[in-house]
């Protein structure tokens, strides 16, 4: 595990050996401060554990206050172009600045943000990505490649650093899984600093998922990254999901069950899909650490799942409920979710 410098985001440690915390962000029209509040609870519900709003304009500074009396997790400002924005978010009781130093002016206005910071104990989040490269990088490195995207943080960080503040977490996300994987790679090498993972613009909740999953979990498998947001074109709660979902695949997460299921043939004779999924959404929230199998046949049901805790598997409109291997009964089909359930509440 990489061993890096711990910045505290509210309450909340990041890095420094802390458990790795799942980010999402409002999707809600900053200007709907109501609508904003009840997906920040939806959030928080979900197991949101940093939450970060975008503050375009000073309109939006009312999400601050609104939100943090609303929830008890962390809010971080997005804060673009405008610095002022960032002085006041500061003065708004924001737990964590996002900037990317580079477009917010000149160094005048970088240092009045890291003051501002220093007086509110605020940490600042350098997000750059492959679409915010400065263009003497762009040319010196042949296009928004890991060196470059490294170079930039790191150069942002140093402008930081020139002012004595180093209360600095690093993203440094692109659209390219192999890009990003390399940078944070990179960057791991040449930093402490805690670092903010990943796959930027990754696409609808399919392919989104597939992309976080490989470009996260791949570094998080080799010890490098202290918070996580999976970027997707979908229901903000849905990213909660699928970043709980990364950890848990890799053992990381917070106690749970472990879901395992078949993926049919043509011995099954039960709607196991419709099934599983359906074990799936009422599983979540459950802290018990045992595994749950779903399979769709006697063949792949007790014999090859005896290692589950408890579980069940299909048959001609029935279904086996076991555990450890062990039958325990015979359920009819439309009775089986029902009754899996009711075993694991006895657990």
């Known amino acids: 595990m990489r061993n890096s410098k711990q910045v505290m985001v509210g309450s909340t440690a990041v890095g420094g050996g802390a458990p790795v915390t799942v980010q999402s962000m409002l999707n809600v029209p900053s200007t709907d401060i109501n609508g904003s509040v009840e997906q920040a609870v939806e959030l928080e519900k979900a197991g949101c554990q940093i939450l970060r709003a975008a503050i375009p304009d000073m309109d939006a500074v009312a999400l601050i206050p609104a939100i943090r009396s609303a929830v008890n997790i962390p809010l971080v400002a997005d804060i673009h172009f405008d610095y002022r924005l960032a002085l006041a978010a500061a003065d708004a009781g924001i737990d964590a600045i996002r900037i990317n130093p580079g477009n917010i002016g000149g160094e005048d206005r970088v240092q009045a943000v890291v003051k501002k910071c220093t007086e509110k104990h605020i940490p600042i989040r350098i997000g750059v990505n492959s679409g915010s490269l400065e263009k003497d990088l762009l040319q010196k490195c042949g296009g928004p490649t890991p060196?470059?995207?490294?170079?930039?943080?790191?150069?942002?960080?140093?402008?930081?650093?020139?002012?004595?503040?180093?209360?600095?977490?690093?993203?440094?996300?692109?659209?390219?899984?192999?890009?990003?994987?390399?940078?944070?790679?990179?960057?791991?090498?040449?930093?402490?600093?805690?670092?903010?993972?990943?796959?930027?613009?990754?696409?609808?909740?399919?392919?989104?998922?597939?992309?976080?999953?490989?470009?996260?979990?791949?570094?998080?498998?080799?010890?490098?990254?202290?918070?996580?947001?999976?970027?997707?074109?979908a229901d903000p709660v849905r990213e909660v999901y699928a970043g709980y979902d990364i950890l848990h695949a890799l053992d990381m997460g917070k106690p749970g069950p472990?879901?395992?299921?078949?993926?049919?043939?043509?011995?099954?004779?039960?709607?196991?899909?419709?099934?599983?999924?359906?074990?799936?959404?009422?599983?979540?929230?459950?802290?018990?650490?045992?595994?749950?199998?779903?399979?769709?046949?006697?063949?792949?049901?007790?014999g090859e799942a005896r290692e589950a805790d408890i579980g069940i598997a299909g048959g001609d409109r029935v279904g086996l409920l076991f555990k450890k291997g062990e039958i325990i009964r015979k359920v009819p089909e439309n009775q089986l979710v029902a009754a899996l359930m009711e075993e694991i509440e006895k657990l």
């Open 147 to 233: 060196e470059a995207l490294v170079e930039s943080a790191l150069g942002h960080a140093a402008l930081l650093e020139k002012y004595d503040f180093t209360d600095i977490v690093i993203s440094i996300k692109s659209s390219s899984v192999d890009t990003t994987i390399k940078a944070y790679e990179l960057c791991a090498q040449k930093c402490s600093y805690p670092l903010h993972l990943g796959v930027t613009e990754a696409g609808t909740e399919r392919m989104g998922l597939i992309k976080s999953a490989v470009g996260i979990g791949s570094l998080l498998q080799r010890g490098i990254g202290d918070t996580i947001r999976v970027s997707l074109t």
């Open 258 to 302: 472990k879901l395992v299921s078949c993926p049919t043939c043509g011995r099954t004779r039960i709607d196991l899909i419709s099934i599983a999924q359906e074990v799936e959404e009422k599983l979540r929230g459950c802290t018990k650490e045992i595994t749950v199998a779903v399979m769709g046949c006697a063949v792949n049901g007790p």
